[in-house]
């Protein structure tokens, strides 16, 4: 016997149709393949559970420097670079005295110059430590506390005196002063100039302009203060600097053109060719004195014969 299925028959008028029922088959279709995903999902829940967890130790790589040195002013950044942290904690404290500074990105010392910034992509966390000071040079540690041990690094600071240095121009020449600085992960926000502690601003009428660049690339922000007429009143200490940080300290002399000024590092004797030079001097008024003196003997005798 022939087997052709389920089928229903409708009738229309004088019309029978006769539609094969597969709808049976389709739902068969659909419980196998639930049913091979459910077995396909319990089994990699299963796997993944009965996996032994491995927990990664945090490394402090030996890639960044460990001796740094710095201006006194200036921010001082101690770059750590800390691996497979996971769920642990970056501690950067002093070494002697022994003092915590920092945990993770909290201040932990009552002093807000010494702040933590985290660099994710470089994975570092470095410590800065804001308009430092002779009194904070010495060793720092950066350390990370792990089950049974305690991974560190030693870091050296050393921080030298600021010193200014000393710039010449004549009066109503251009003077031209530039200044750059550059972070870690982002660049300073803005660069200023001061004049004897008062903030300089671009005044057109007076000639003074100061021009700014900055580029994300490098992290750096350039500043360059140009004043076209140079007067007395421009001369002082300029000072550049961010908002922690100090750039540059030069002081500028200005010369009146009038008098007899003398540049430093334009003196074309030093004390022992002055001194050799006087003497020379001497010698020949002596000489000159001698001829002159000898001509009058000649002449008087000269005279006296004749007569």
Request: hydrophobic share 35%; aromatic share 10%; with cysteine.
């Amino acid at each position: 016997m022939n087997n052709y299925g389920f089928s229903r028959t409708f009738c229309s008028d004088s019309v029978y149709v006769s539609i094969p029922q597969r709808w049976g088959l389709r739902l068969w279709v659909l419980v196998l393949a639930i049913s091979i995903l459910f077995c396909q999902v319990a089994g990699f829940r299963r796997r993944i559970a009965g996996r032994t967890q491995v927990p990664l130790t945090p490394v402090i790589r030996n890639t960044t420097e460990a001796n740094y040195t710095y201006t006194a002013g200036e921010t001082a950044i101690l770059y750590c670079n800390v691996e497979n942290l996971g769920t642990k904690t970056v501690t950067w404290r002093r070494a002697n005295p022994s003092l915590i500074l920092t945990v993770g990105l909290f201040t932990y010392f009552g002093d807000a110059r010494f702040q933590t910034h985290n660099v994710l992509h470089k994975d570092q966390w470095n410590l800065h430590i804001r308009n430092v000071s002779l009194q904070d040079q010495g060793r720092y540690e950066c350390q990370v506390s792990t089950k049974g041990r305690d991974i560190r690094r030693s870091y050296q600071l050393h921080v030298r005196e600021h010193t200014s240095s000393s710039t010449y121009v004549e009066k109503n020449q251009r003077l031209v002063l530039s200044c750059n600085a550059s972070s870690d992960s982002y660049p300073p926000d803005d660069l200023d100039w001061f004049l004897n502690g008062i903030k300089v601003e671009s005044n057109e009428r007076a000639g003074v302009t100061i021009t700014k660049r900055m580029t994300y690339r490098s992290k750096t922000i350039w500043s360059e203060l140009v004043i076209e007429h140079a007067q007395m009143q421009n001369a002082g200490t300029y000072i550049c600097r961010t908002s922690d940080q100090l750039i540059t300290n030069i002081k500028v002399n200005v010369l009146n053109a009038g008098k007899d000024n003398v540049k430093r590092g334009t003196i074309l004797f030093d004390k022992s060719q002055q001194i050799a030079a006087d003497e020379k001097n001497k010698k020949k008024n002596t000489s000159s004195r001698l001829f002159v003196s000898c001509w009058s003997v000649t002449f008087g005798i000269i005279v006296y014969v004749l007569s």
